[in-house]
């Protein structure tokens, strides 16, 4: 009885000191993960978790982890802040926050820790900055645009492949500004709209939209972006599709 005892004392004192001592290894943990998790860049990450001796047997943990940066490519989330609860075989992110683009975006979502992972992810955006957006994609050669957006996304998939990206963008009061001058593009559109090309040219020169839709879904792998705007000088829709749209 004494040695049954003295194993079960020895297993609490154990999990105990893991509990104190795991803090960095955590730490460690969750910014590997999600670095590996498509090439992302991350620092600043704090670590902050609730749980027991007992909880980490039956695989239950909650807490809240901060990241001062998160870097996609050229994507940008700063201040990101999270609360998780881990439950089992999943993950469930009850919100986040953070800022992109001079706006905000906030959300939930559930991750499947199978292999590959599963996730859906509901996202909510707050007045993201367009000229913000054409600075840090280095898009100055292509376009001029301002403006602000809002609306919701849906993203859901398996590892790094999306299945699932739906959503609409719409623009704030007070429209923006739109000049495109990848000739390349206009070209295009004009030869696929059988229109002239110096008509379509000068439609997107210096054109201010009161009113901005953008919707995009996904279709056998590929991101596809509708856009549309109003003003004064008349109604303007581009179609851009993104062939082979994932997180790598």
């Known amino acids: ?147 602000f957006l809002n609306g919701k996304v849906t993203l859901s998939g398996v590892g790094q492949k999306i299945h699932i990206l739906d959503g609409d963008l719409t623009s704030s009061i007070g429209g923006g500004d739109l000049t495109i001058s990848d000739t390349k593009f206009l070209e295009n559109m004009a030869a696929s709209a059988k229109l002239p090309s110096n008509l379509v040219v000068d439609s997107f020169k210096n054109y201010h939209y009161n009113e901005g839709l953008v919707r995009m879904f996904m279709d056998q792998g590929n991101l596809h972006l509708d856009v549309g705007m109003e003003g004064k000088g008349g109604k303007r829709n581009l179609n851009v599709v993104l062939h082979d749209f994932n997180l790598n």
């Open 1 to 147: 009885m004494k040695k049954v005892l003295l194993s079960i004392f020895i297993i609490l004192a154990l999990l105990v000191v893991l509990v104190i001592t795991t803090k960095p290894l955590v730490v460690s943990f969750v910014k590997k993960k999600i670095e590996e998790a498509g090439g992302n860049q991350v620092s600043g990450v704090d670590v902050r978790l609730e749980y027991s001796p007992w909880s980490l047997v039956w695989r239950k943990v909650a807490g809240d982890i901060s990241i001062g940066l998160f870097k996609h490519d050229k994507l940008k989330i700063r201040n990101v802040k999270i609360n998780a609860r881990w439950h089992g075989g999943y993950i469930y992110l009850e919100s986040f926050t953070g800022d992109i683009l001079n706006g905000t975006v906030i959300g939930s979502g559930d991750i499947q820790l199978s292999n590959p992972i599963n996730y859906v992810i509901k996202l909510q955006f707050n007045n993201l900055d367009l000229k913000r957006f054409v600075h840090d994609f280095e898009l100055h050669d292509k376009f001029v645009l301002t403006g």
